[in-house]
């Protein structure tokens, strides 16, 4: 094991690791540990944002830390609080449960996600290229997520994706400790979930407008819904002809103003 910077398979060396870790560790609970944590965290993989949020078991969003927020704040958490977090693929990945420590973005997306109206306003917006989530188990149910962004630069690597799913287990465990109690902080704001309706659509339209919103494509949302393309596409004309547009971009406005 090396003694200064990278060790084997661009690991970080065993004593940075551990002074770095034991830092984190010995400020769990205090405002310094995010600062901690993150210095721990660039060790693996530089990146130019850290910011959480955690989900409550009845489907609504808070937020868990958002305090250093690099792009528009308006757009990363006020947008997405408001109901953006309901076209999230981490949202997606942990409300259905059984996901790994460590999810990644683009592994998640849907096949159409770069082009939707939800990546041009959340991501292109504030120049996000690649996002990894560490997952937490909260208090009452509730599943926290705390995502690394790397900002107008480069993919996170295999070899640091790798690294980051070796340590998720102790990352996790530390978040756990630090903001576990997050979910007892939310239960004064009585706010109901966000959700995706209209009084002019069926059930199985919302269900096709949904996943469009999400970035699906008519092939993804008919292999989701297992459906015929053709029967997507008829329902997808149904829906522009009652809701009286003709572009996803109307359709985004419709349901996420």
Request: charged fraction near 20%.
């Amino acid at each position: 094991m090396k003694s200064a910077g990278k060790g084997n398979a661009g690991f970080p060396a065993f004593e940075a690791w551990n002074a770095a870790l034991g830092q984190a560790a010995g400020v769990v609970g205090s405002r310094s540990f995010s600062d901690a944590l993150a210095t721990v965290l660039h060790l693996l993989a530089p990146f130019q944002m850290m910011n959480g949020f955690h989900y409550s078991t009845d489907g609504r969003a808070f937020d868990l830390y958002n305090e250093k927020i690099v792009a528009e704040r308006g757009v990363i958490v006020d947008h997405y609080l408001a109901g953006a977090y309901l076209l999230d693929p981490f949202y997606d990945a942990v409300r259905n449960g059984g996901c790994d420590r460590l999810i990644v973005m683009r592994q998640l997306a849907p096949d159409d996600f770069m082009q939707s109206e939800y990546y041009r306003l959340h991501y292109a917006s504030t120049q996000i290229l690649d996002e990894i989530g560490f997952v937490l188990r909260l208090e009452g149910g509730s599943v926290g997520v705390l995502s690394l962004s790397r900002v107008g630069t480069t993919l996170f690597s295999v070899e640091e994706l790798a690294g980051l799913k070796a340590a998720a287990p102790v990352v996790c465990a530390l978040g756990e400790r630090h903001w576990g109690s997050a979910p007892r902080l939310s239960l004064h704001n009585k706010t109901a979930p966000a959700t995706i309706e209209h009084p002019l659509l069926t059930k199985r339209e919302l269900e096709i407008v949904t996943l469009i919103l999400k970035g699906h494509s008519n092939l993804s949302v008919a292999a989701v819904l297992t459906l015929s393309p053709n029967t997507v596409k008829v329902h997808r004309r149904q829906i522009y002809a009652k809701l009286v547009i003709s572009s996803q971009a109307e359709l985004f406005r419709i349901f996420m103003a």
